[in-house]
């Protein structure tokens, strides 16, 4: 089987500074800052070979969604390496970007105010999916996750469930060879987490 993903040593640190209480201490921080630094990562190894389905468990502030947003080229490494497909993600290459998708439960990809299906139509134009393509994988999808009767409906309207499987429908429009979920199912009732665990 071939590595899909592999990550080597990987580390993130994030800087802050530390802001003190008070008048007399804002003014100083004017002229001199603490710089403080933060691990989100460090030294992670793992590999992810063709086919397989994997979760990430472990507690808030584990790194979790740091690791997902460097897989996907939000975020820089500070250290290590990351490659999925054989493409290094911080460089955020055209064709690796048409290649993944990523879903998070904590961030809207499509436009409240329009039809789930307006986002559909963009998202077919943004990865340049053939118009058969795109009706023949959107039709497929929509019967997956039984919601052919609500694109037309404004997401804001949309139950959260609803909104859920829309976002999935939208990450998979295009075919991508990986998909990267970050929490899909948060704040979902148990039928709808159900449903959705059962379609990926």
């Known amino acids: ?10 580390s993130k640190k994030f800087e ?8 007399l201490e804002s003014l100083k921080n004017l002229f001199f ?8 990562l460090k030294d992670i ?9 994997v979760g990430f468990l472990g507690p808030n502030g584990a790194g979790k969604t740091t690791t997902l947003k460097i897989l996907s080229g939000i975020l820089h490494p500070t250290s290590g390496e990351a490659k999925v497909l054989g493409f290094t993600p911080s460089k955020r290459e055209k064709e690796y970007q048409k290649q993944i ?19 559909f139509v963009m ?18 999808l929509a019967s997956l996750v039984d919601i052919k009767d609500f694109l037309d409906i404004p997401v804001r309207k949309l139950s959260l469930g609803q909104r859920m499987k829309c976002e999935l429908i939208a990450a998979l429009i ?10 899909p199912t948060i704040g979902l009732d148990v039928v709808a987490q159900k449903n959705i665990r059962n379609f990926i």
């Open 101 to 119: 998708a990523l879903v998070t439960g904590q961030k809207n990809n499509l436009l409240k105010d329009l039809p789930a299906m307006e986002s």
């Open 1 to 10: 089987m071939n590595s899909i993903i592999e990550v080597k040593n990987l």
């Open 174 to 183: 295009h075919r991508p060879k990986v998909l990267l979920l970050d929490e």
């Open 123 to 140: 998202y077919r134009d943004i990865y340049e999916v053939p118009e058969n393509d795109f009706n023949d994988n959107l039709n497929e």
């Open 45 to 53: 190894n793992f590999r992810i070979e063709e086919g397989e389905i």
């Open 33 to 40: 800052r603490e710089k403080l630094y933060s691990d989100a």
């Open 16 to 23: 802050f500074y530390r802001k003190q209480q008070g008048f």
